[in-house]
Structures are given as structure tokens and as C-alpha cells.
């Protein structure tokens, strides 16, 4: 009896291929397939709530619903069930869980329902590909006239709650806890083309992997700050990411009021301005203006980060560019003194953002 024979949903895809391109389905394609549905079979209908170690990626599509608004819906459509598509296949060629599709996002596990001694060096070497898939993939759209996709990747490692959750009526395969959320806390600091990954799972790689020295990142629902590090390489296997963006900090949008002096030889001169920080980031800010300032003018700044109970008054900053949108008169500043608390504490108000994402 045939693959296709004993599992009628492959039967059924088998079916469909063969009907779309008028062409049998190669034996190799027929077997990657069978393997596929296989792997989905693995979780059983009725399955035992337990607690386990997984290993969970979760990967997003970086400005996708900005891009929403610039393209018609069927270029849409079409990039996303293709960038879907091609990264659906490097989780499923690393044996991987796909646990849900939310947009232009996915969660992946490893270790769950299925644990495996490898689970976190596949977890890395599937992030480190789906990053590769983008390159490539990108290649591709830019041949064809179509914006560029870049994904952000965040991966931890912890105790969850895993199993069937729901109701008679309705109920699936799924992992809950607090390890689930900080996996999703860590890939929203991840910048275009990055793979962050939590010290829990650099602790487990067993040293296979290249990463960045930690850095400690404010998210919320944590009163202490999380270390995480950025994936570089796993040599063992010649995989290296290709990153994509050096931005030197994320910025958030914000609407916080502001007080600003202009500064002449560093001495304020006039009187103070009101303006509305519109978004902010580790090294500089975005204001929209009531008057105008120049290139090159040095301001001082005032202003209150309420979320993290500070006042700001010992900031300076250059304005970098100037520019009119929808009405609006708005000046990009470079900070030029900032204090070392004021610093950390524009740090932690970011991350915080970012991390609540």
C-alpha cells in the first residue's frame, strides 16, 4: 500500500498538485510530503496537560502593516502566502511545531508535543535559515518590482504548561506560560533581519553557537531586566545569519510634551518653546514643532517620562533634519549631552515601550 493510500489528506494533496500543474507528483516530493503530515499527526486528540522544557522562535514580519498601505491587496496576498510558505518549510525540514499563525507572524516549537535532545541547536539553526529564506526570498521580489520583507526573530528556552486546552466543543494543541510570553518580549526588540535569543537558551547550545556578549533589556511584566544576546553563527553547521539593519537603538512613537531653549555658545537665548516628542529612541528624538529651528541649531531639552516616574532637564540635542509632513513642521535632534542617569532612564522608557509591544 502507497504513502498516498494510507493517509487520505495526502491523497487529497497529491490530488490537487496533480490537478493544478497537469503533472504527477515526483516520488521525492510525494515522501517530503508524507513526512509533513506525518509530523502534524504526532499530536494526538486527546493529549495529557504536563509541564516541559521547549524551545519557542517566534519570528514577525518587520513594518508588514505599513506596507498594507502603500500596495494593493493582491501583492499583498501574494508575498505574504509565499513568505509563509518558504519559511513553513525550513520549521518542517527542522522538525518543528508550527503552534500559530497571527498575521504576518508565526510561533514555532521545538520540544513539544515531541522533545528531542537537539531541540534548541534546531530551534537556532531554523531561525538562522528563515533568515536566509528572506534574503533569498527578497532577491526575488526585487526582481520582480516588490517591496523588500525583513523579519525580526526572538528565541527562549523554559518551563511551560503544554497540552490540549478548550472545550468539547473546540480545543487544539498549545503552550501557555511565562516563558511563551518573554520569547514574544525578545523578538519585538529584534531589528530587521536579527535573531535575539534569551540567556536560558545560549545556556543550552552547549557552545555550538557564536553570539553577542548579553545585554539587558526592560520588558514588561518583569521588575529586573533580561539578558539577551544576538545570534551571530553555528559554525558546525556554516550557518551564519545575514544581517540586514545597524540601527543603533529602536525608537518608539510617543506623545510627550516637551520644553525646549535654543542654545548660543551653550547658553540658553529666548524663551522657551513648547513642542511634542513624537518618537524617541537611545541616541535622539523627533519633535513636532510649534516654531521653527535650523539644521545644526543645539537646543536644550526638558521633558517627564511618567512611565518610568523620571524628569528629564539635562538633555541636549542638534537638529539633524528638518521637514514638513501632512502640516506638520518636524525637526530630527541628535543628542549631544545627556546625563548618565537621564541615559538609562530614555534606555528602560524605550525598551519598555518596545518590550510591551
Request: net charge neutral; charged share 25%.
Amino acid at each position: 500500500m502507497t504513502s498516498a493510500e494510507q493517509h487520505p489528506a495526502l491523497a487529497a494533496v497529491l490530488a490537487v498538485l496533480a490537478r493544478e500543474t497537469q503533472a504527477p507528483v515526483a516520488p521525492a516530493v510525494q515522501a517530503e510530503l508524507a513526512t509533513i503530515l506525518a509530523a502534524r499527526r504526532d499530536v494526538p486528540a486527546e493529549l495529557a496537560v504536563d509541564q516541559r522544557e521547549v524551545t519557542i522562535l517566534v519570528a514577525d514580519l518587520r513594518g508588514f502593516t505599513a506596507l498594507t498601505a502603500t500596495q494593493p491587496a493582491g501583492t499583498i496576498v501574494t508575498m505574504l502566502n509565499l513568505c509563509l510558505s518558504k519559511l513553513s518549510e525550513v520549521v518542517f525540514r527542522y522538525e518543528g511545531v508550527i503552534d500559530k499563525f497571527n498575521g504576518d507572524s508565526l510561533t514555532v516549537l521545538f520540544g513539544a508535543p515531541t522533545a528531542r535532545e537537539d531541540d534548541v541547536l534546531r530551534a537556532l539553526c531554523c531561525a538562522v535559515e528563515m533568515q536566509l529564506a528572506m534574503r533569498d526570498l527578497n532577491n526575488h521580489y526585487l526582481r520582480r518590482q516588490m517591496p523588500e520583507l525583513h523579519l525580526g526573530i526572538g528565541v527562549n528556552t523554559g518551563m511551560v504548561m503544554a497540552g490540549r486546552f478548550g472545550s468539547q466543543a473546540y480545543s487544539e494543541y498549545a503552550v501557555i506560560g511565562n516563558q511563551v510570553s518573554l520569547a514574544s518580549r525578545i523578538e519585538s526588540f529584534s531589528l530587521r533581519g536579527q535573531v535575539l535569543i534569551s540567556e536560558n537558551t545560549y545556556a543550552r547550545c552547549n557552545g555550538v553557537a557564536s553570539a553577542t556578549e548579553p545585554k539587558e533589556v526592560f520588558v514588561a511584566g518583569k521588575s529586573l531586566p533580561v539578558k539577551v544576546r544576538e545570534l551571530i553563527a553555528i559554525a558546525s553547521r556554516r550557518l551564519k545569519v545575514p544581517r540586514q539593519e545597524f540601527r543603533r537603538s529602536h525608537r518608539v512613537e510617543v506623545r510627550v510634551p516637551c520644553s525646549l531653549r535654543r542654545l548660543d555658545n551653550e547658553q540658553p537665548v529666548g524663551e522657551p518653546q513648547r513642542a511634542l516628542i513624537r518618537d524617541v529612541g537611545y541616541h535622539g528624538l523627533l519633535l513636532e514643532l510649534e516654531r521653527p529651528l535650523a539644521v545644526q541649531d543645539e537646543v536644550a531639552l526638558a521633558f517627564d517620562l511618567t512611565l518610568v516616574d523620571y524628569q528629564v532637564n539635562d538633555v541636549r540635542a542638534r537638529v539633524a533634519k528638518v521637514k514638513r509632513e501632512e502640516g506638520r513642521l518636524l525637526a530630527g535632534l541628535e543628542f549631544t549631552h545627556i546625563g548618565v542617569e537621564t541615559n538609562a532612564k530614555i534606555q528602560m522608557f524605550v525598551q519598555l515601550l518596545v518590550g510591551a509591544g
